[in-house]
């Protein structure tokens, strides 16, 4: 028995000191990658898409994509049965007047009556996720950018439109506020959030931390109301 595992150590030793076959996986015409191109490229990267939502039109989805050149980023609509594909925003017409630049889609949601898109970008992380940024309404027909609010009044979180899209409310600073889009007039519905104390529409850490928890509020049905 002692005679056996020494032939197999023997054996095994020669296999390192390269007396034995070539590595499994290799041929003589194995090509090699260095560190930097496994690393530090985009060599072996999958092609993959962001946003990917189904629409209400049967198999066709929509998608967010990088454009070929810059920094802009296209809204995709794209037929799973035909394999069709078209933009439904074209990423270089993004451009915020506001900040003077292109803003790119970093998620997005239709109206219902799929004539609007919000449009969600320049985000920050607070606690483990980018929750807080600003907010564009883009009207598919007139092809114009309007930002939801101000800028300097401070960072937006999870902001839709109500049923009708007339409207759009988001969380500011732990205060749920409400825009009429048609005049852009800002209403601020809650008032008492604050640090440490009460929270309006999102949530704290813990609920984000053990129960992946984020986005605190909806609209009504009807869109009367906001829970």
Do not use: C
Request: proline residues 3%; glycine residues 8%; aromatic residues 12%.
């Amino acid at each position: 028995m002692a005679r056996r595992i020494v032939l197999l150590l023997v054996v095994a030793l020669l296999f390192v000191a390269g007396g034995g076959s070539p590595a499994f996986g290799q041929t003589a015409d194995s090509v090699e990658f260095s560190l930097e191109a496994i690393h530090a490229s985009d060599a072996f990267s999958p092609e993959a898409f962001r946003g990917g939502r189904w629409t209400d039109e049967g198999p066709v989805i929509t998608y967010i994509q990088p454009a070929d050149t810059g920094k802009a980023t296209h809204l995709m609509r794209y037929n799973l049965e035909t394999g069709d594909s078209s933009r439904v925003i074209d990423g270089t017409n993004l451009y915020a007047e506001d900040v003077n630049r292109l803003v790119q889609i970093e998620d997005y949601q239709f109206s219902d009556d799929r004539k609007k898109v919000l449009i969600y970008t320049d985000s920050k992380r607070v606690w483990r996720a980018n929750t807080k940024g600003y907010y564009y309404v883009y009207d598919l027909s007139a092809q114009t950018l309007t930002p939801v609010a101000d800028r300097q009044d401070g960072h937006q979180m999870f902001a839709k439109f109500n049923p009708s899209a007339s409207q759009v409310a988001f969380v500011r600073e732990r205060d749920l506020h409400v825009v009429d889009l048609a005049t852009g007039t800002e209403t601020a519905l809650t008032t008492d959030g604050r640090e440490g104390g009460m929270i309006n529409g999102t949530v704290d850490w813990v609920y984000e931390e053990e129960f992946r928890v984020r986005d605190g509020w909806r609209w009504s049905p009807g869109g009367q109301y906001i829970a």
